[in-house]
């Protein structure tokens, strides 16, 4: 089945440092979508891209869909303490879709102050 | 936020007990979809709802089965718990083919 993966699993950074996660699927995907979920909360939509080599900013992250629709990233510059949490990208699940959604392992971000 | 609850919040339960997780919505999405989160594995989907009465499995469904009578509520039910069913359980509601919303979660341990 489809397999969508994540990397790093984890990522210890100083505040004020850049933090790049890469997340690359088994198949070619018509969409990705991104979500944040902070320590003890739940996931939260961040953006969702649809087009080969889209690039979308939000103030300090940085979403990029790859070529071949099959790989995209996450990028924050100048990371902050409020930047900690897990990062996930997710891909349409495959079949009959109905939205569902198949997640990547997610990268939990630690912020040092 | 999206207008979604999930109940209990927290429940701890012997093996072999039956376990219903409920999950409500005011937003009249049609979509409804259970996942549980367990370290290592991110979110992995259990059911799923495309409208009224009409559900599916996802990709961990196995000792799980899910009902939905109303627009609002999606129920989770464990007939019998198992100590490997311990986790984080997330109802996420959607109104199309597009971003999910997801409820507070529910923390349950079967001991």
């Known amino acids: 089945g489809q397999q969508v993966m994540q990397i790093p699993q984890y990522q210890h950074v100083q505040e004020g440092e850049d933090f790049t996660t890469y997340c690359n699927s088994s198949?070619?995907?018509?969409?990705i979508q991104w979500y944040k979920q902070r320590p003890g909360g739940h996931p939260v939509f961040l953006i969702q891209?649809?087009?080969?080599?889209e690039v979308k900013k939000q103030k300090r992250l940085t979403f990029q869909f790859g070529e071949a629709k099959k790989n995209s990233s996450l990028h924050i510059t100048a990371t902050q303490t409020t930047d900690v949490g897990t990062y996930f990208c997710?891909?349409?699940?495959?079949?009959?879709?109905?939205?569902?959604?198949?997640f990547g392992q997610g990268t939990i971000l630690t912020v040092h102050p | 936020d999206a207008g979604i609850t999930q109940s209990p919040r927290h429940k701890v339960t012997e093996t072999g007990t039956p376990v219903t997780l409920r999950c409500h919505q005011t937003e009249n999405h049609r979509y409804m979809y259970w996942y549980r989160q367990d370290p290592g594995h991110g979110l992995r989907l259990i059911h799923y709802?495309?409208?009224?009465?009409?559900?599916d499995k996802g990709e961990v469904s196995d000792g799980y089965s899910v009902s939905r009578s109303k627009t609002e509520d999606f129920l989770l039910t464990l007939e019998s718990a198992t100590s490997s069913q311990t986790s984080v359980y997330f109802c996420a509601i959607s109104p199309a083919y597009n971003e999910q919303f997801f409820g507070p979660g529910t923390r349950l341990t079967v001991l």
């Open positions: 198949t070619t995907l018509s969409n």
């Open positions: 709802s495309y409208g009224v009465k009409d559900t």
């Open positions: 997710a891909g349409p699940a495959g079949g009959t879709s109905y939205g569902k959604l198949t």
């Open positions: 891209l649809v087009k080969s080599g």
